[in-house]
Nanobody
Framework: QVQFVESGGGLVQPGGSLRLSCTASGYIFGRYTMAWYRQAPGKQRELVATITFRGTTNYTNSVKGRFTISRGNSKNTAYLQMNSLQPEDTAVYYC?????????WGQGTQVTVSS
């Protein structure tokens, strides 16, 4: 059974930074595109960043220049370095592959940006 586990969220002031981590178990995703998603209160889940198995990255416009996605040496790990955080970044952050698979969603990690 595939499971994604996210960690690293928390409460941070505007302008602050967080680093999220994601580990997948149950399958080797070495040749898949890994992705981070987020869901803000009252909004649909959105794709934030992706990274292919070759390391090519892509970002939604609102986080370009602030967020950096990376993969660990174990291709089943992914990270999201988030800098210059803003209140609009407040959301639950999830990882999955891209395109996402419904059964792979984990619990996510809450990121709250507030003064």
């Amino acid at each position: 059974q595939v499971q994604f586990v996210e960690s690293g969220g928390g409460l941070v002031q505007p302008g602050g930074s967080l680093r999220l981590s994601c580990t997948a178990s149950g399958y080797i995703f070495g040749r898949y595109t890994m992705a981070w998603y987020r869901q803000a209160p009252g909004k649909q889940r959105e794709l934030v960043a992706t990274i292919t198995f070759r390391g090519t990255t892509n970002y939604t416009n609102s986080v370009k220049g602030r967020f950096t996605i990376s993969r660990g040496n174990s291709k089943n790990t992914a990270y999201l370095q988030m800098n210059s955080l803003q209140p609009e970044d407040t959301a639950v952050y999830y990882c999955n592959i891209d395109p996402s698979v419904e059964n792979y969603w984990g619990q996510g990690t809450q990121v709250t940006v507030s003064s």
